[in-house]
């Protein structure tokens, strides 16, 4: 088992920044997969972004891709999510994940291949 508690969460205005933090604990943090997804009131959840456990490969989401940064610290256990020029359409309750990968350089873009997931933290950008 692992636990994932998100924060950073919050209001800001269009062309703002925050930066969101996954704390894990249980099982050893590198054996996962991490990533971030995201869900606007009657949406489904969809993904933004993920980095593999040796924090060689990362992917994103295009709607995202050159305004968020994803990157994870093995040793304090934490995922970050840097998000930069924000706009309202990425109002969100924003989620972590982590998924069990079986090499370093794995990573997972889809919602069924995470096993483990936090609680959620509220963003959102007002126009």
């Known amino acids: 088992q692992v636990q994932l508690v998100e924060s950073g969460g919050g209001l800001v205005q269009t062309g703002g920044s925050l930066r969101l933090s996954c704390v894990a604990s249980g099982r050893t943090f590198s054996s996962y997969a991490m990533g971030w997804f995201r869900q606007a009131p009657g949406k489904e959840r969809e993904f933004v972004a993920a980095?593999?456990?040796?924090?060689?490969?990362?992917s994103y989401a295009d709607s995202v891709k050159g305004r968020f940064a994803i990157s994870r610290d093995n040793v304090k256990n934490t995922m970050y999510l840097q998000m930069m020029n924000l706009k309202p359409e990425d109002t969100a309750v924003y989620y972590c994940a982590a998924g069990l990968c079986s090499f370093s350089g794995c990573y997972r873009t889809t919602r069924s291949e995470y096993e483990y997931w936090g609680q959620g933290t509220q963003v959102t950008v007002s126009s």
């Open positions: 980095i593999s456990r040796d924090i060689s490969f990362t």
